[in-house]
């Protein structure tokens, strides 16, 4: 199948979207009452999960740059 593609996600994520669009695919009338829903709702709560990691891992480099930013600009002064 040609799959579409989907963010930069870790693997478990993107296999969890392919699942989703195969569901779809299959079952073009069922997907309209929410037969593949149970399939969307663990995509997004990976995709979730994924997005509360980067941030966490985006607020921990952040306060790290700012820790070492005034050492730098002491060491220049020198």
Sequence with gaps: MNYKSLAAHNAAC??????????EAEHPYRRLVGYCEHIHQAMIKCIKEQREIRRTES???????????????ESSND
């Design 59 to 73: 607020a921990r480099f952040q306060r790290r740059l700012k820790m070492m930013k005034p050492s730098q600009s």
């Design 14 to 23: 993107n296999e969890i979207y392919r699942q989703f669009q195969d569901c």
